[in-house]
């Protein structure tokens, strides 16, 4: 991978998107390069500020009591937030890869990591918000940050892809779908692991 | 000259758009308000008919009944003389069809307001409105059977087997749901004692969900998607395979409403397995419906409604995913009675049911009249409205509903629960207020659709659409 394309991808994919999925099509960077340079740094941002923040603050779900932990339960939570975050990167691109025969799209799959990438970068960073886990408050930031990726995605995938813009928003809803279940499987599965004991103390 | 009787009859199809546009606009206020209600309880202003309790169901029936069942006779009558190459079977029946089931839903909804309710989910009209219903359902089968049964082409297309599946099994469950005894002219009782009441209830509320709002829907999908694409359904034989999956495995499914309540634990467990089962022939639908529509991408240059159909198929994928997963009693256990079944309910409502109804009105009524879509830019600027709505809807609904199931059951370290019911609802104003102002954005985007459609019909007529020659080969000689 060149330097120029990490260095869009590291800094002006947040401000400067178009041009950066410009810069995305003119290469086929590594996928293990993307990852491990570039994508693993960003997804240990939302574990390290959601550990931070609730060792801090505890987790305010809106209760007048904040919901508090032990340190050792909330770095486990940390990690597996971190796995499973890794998990949905890798998928998500793995799966982008797998659709772009479908929608006649650039099958790279490094070209496909960056791109997931870069649309999750913007929730990457605003998950400061973690910070304080008020669970309003996050989720006022993280929404318009979502928002945000979603227009990345529907813009980027036509440019850093090559396919028509009429075929790349067909990538993008099918991917949509796959990222909204996705985001309920986390839900489902954060639900089975509190249910086992994992996490909060619930009366079950 | 040719005879009348050698064109489609699509002026009853015009009139069924429009009762089922007007319940949309009329049913979704309704939820608006409802909305605002959960923020500021006072706006009931001491009003009996304007409480939580009367609206709730009003706005349920109203979108279930006015807006979906309106919008599936619109699409099946429209569809089943398509492709049965003949005009509707009795269309004096058809005419009864569509008036009188917006008769039951108004006098039905003011019963509702009045206080009038069986207290059964999606149920809760009275026996009388109950036996009007039984009626005009037999009707709306006649008609739609009687077109079957007179066609003049072979095969039964997959969107009638759904359609047919939806008017059967409705049927039955709203007969077998509805049995009770009257004690007056609005006031009966369930014919069946305490959880065994239960039990038949979801099984019906379950399969409503699953027929009416699942199949029906899907026979909607089925003729309008290719028809949209201008291409044949992708797989047809993994559309009918996927139907008789569907069919079977669904009717099993209604015990997950039940995890964890007086009912046997085989019984909870089987609803669990047949409702994960389920997830297999949905999404074959979904894949079906995603490869139709791969090859169609030209078509979203010329085609606004198209977008609507794709975007329906996301989060019809994600509704059938979420609900599967919100039956596993260890998810359920947290889940239920929380607002993250609200929110799931409406991933499906708008997200799946209204995403696909207004893609294909904006499909069917430029055709129906003969003319062009009033404002593409309108149509454009709702689909935003509508995705962004749904959007906001599930996340709001997420959150409260996570903190919900969280703060309900954490206990300390004797066992005590940690914080009381009251505090846990007055925490959850401002999820209400995010969910607010999504309803109102979707609101907004239905009522522009609805100025649309108005603008698009004013001063036409239904057009006369000849019926075609049968190629011989399909033909029923």
Known sequence: MSQAIFNYLLFRSLYEPVSAFEQLAKVDPSPAGILLRYSLWLLLLPPVFAFIGATNFGWRLGAAEPLRMETSELALISVGYLLVLVFGLVSTALISCWMAKTYGANTSLGRHMALITIVGQPLAVASVAHLFPHVFINMLVLIPTMIWSMYLLYKGIPIALQTPPERGMLMASSLVGWLLVAAVSLLGLSMGLWVAGVGPLLGV | ?477
């Open chain 2, 1 to 477: 000259m040719k005879s009348s009787s050698e064109f489609y009859l699509d002026d009853v199809v015009i009139r069924l758009v429009q009762f089922s546009v007007a319940w949309a606009v009329v049913a979704m206020a309704a939820g608006v308000y409802l909305a605002a209600e959960l923020i500021w309880p006072t706006l009931d202003f001491g009003q009996y008919w304007l409480s939580f309790g009367r609206l709730r169901p009003l706005h349920t029936n109203g979108i279930i009944f006015g807006f979906g069942v309106s919008a599936l006779m619109t699409t099946a009558f429209y569809s089943v003389q398509r492709t049965s190459h003949v005009k509707l079977f009795t269309p004096g029946l058809a005419w009864f069809c569509c008036y009188a089931w917006q008769l039951i839903v108004l006098l039905g909804g003011l019963s509702l307001l009045a206080g009038y309710n069986t207290s059964k989910e999606y149920a809760e009209l009275e026996w009388p409105f109950d036996i009007a219903i039984a009626i005009v359902w037999v009707c709306f089968g006649i008609v739609f059977f009687g077109t079957i049964a007179t066609r003049r082409i072979k095969p039964i297309y997959i969107s009638n087997w759904f359609y047919g599946a939806l008017i059967i099994v409705i049927a039955m469950l709203h007969i077998v749901n509805s049995l009770a005894i009257p004690a007056t002219a609005l006031k009966s009782y369930s014919l069946y004692p305490g959880a065994q009441d239960a039990v038949v209830q979801w099984w019906y509320g379950h399969n409503a969900v699953g027929f009416l709002l699942t199949g029906g829907f899907l026979g909607m999908l089925y003729y309008f998607l290719p028809k949209h694409a201008g291409r044949p359904i992708w797989s047809y034989r993994l559309s009918v395979v996927a139907f008789w999956a569907f069919v079977y495995s669904y009717i099993w499914a209604g015990p997950h409403h039940l995890h964890y309540n007086a009912i046997p634990e085989w019984v909870q467990s089987l609803g669990m397995v047949m409702s994960i089962i389920l997830l297999a022939p949905s999404w074959a639908t979904m894949i079906n419906g995603i490869m139709t529509v791969s090859d169609a991408w030209e078509k979203l240059r010329t085609d606004p409604a198209l977008k609507f159909i794709v975007l329906s198929l996301a989060f019809y994928g994600l509704a059938t995913f979420e609900g599967p997963m919100m039956a596993i009693r260890s998810v359920n256990v947290v889940s239920h009675f929380t607002d993250w079944t609200i929110g799931h309910v409406h991933s499906g409502a708008l997200g799946w049911n209204a995403m696909i109804t207004y893609g294909t009105f904006y499909f069917l009524v430029p055709r129906l009249v003969g003319g062009e879509l009033y404002s593409v830019r309108l149509a454009n600027v709702h689909f935003w409205l509508a995705l962004a709505g749904t959007m906001l809807y599930i996340m709001s609904m997420w959150g409260a509903g996570v903190s919900q199931g969280l703060l309900w059951l954490s206990v300390d370290q004797i066992g005590e629960l940690s914080f009381s019911f009251k505090d846990i609802m007055a925490s959850m104003t401002p999820y209400y207020a995010l969910r607010l102002i999504a309803g109102i954005i979707f609101l907004l985007g239905t009522i522009l659709m609805a100025y649309n459609l108005y603008k698009t019909i004013q001063g036409r007529q239904a057009s006369k659409v000849e019926i075609p020659a049968v190629n011989p080969a399909y033909g029923i000689s």
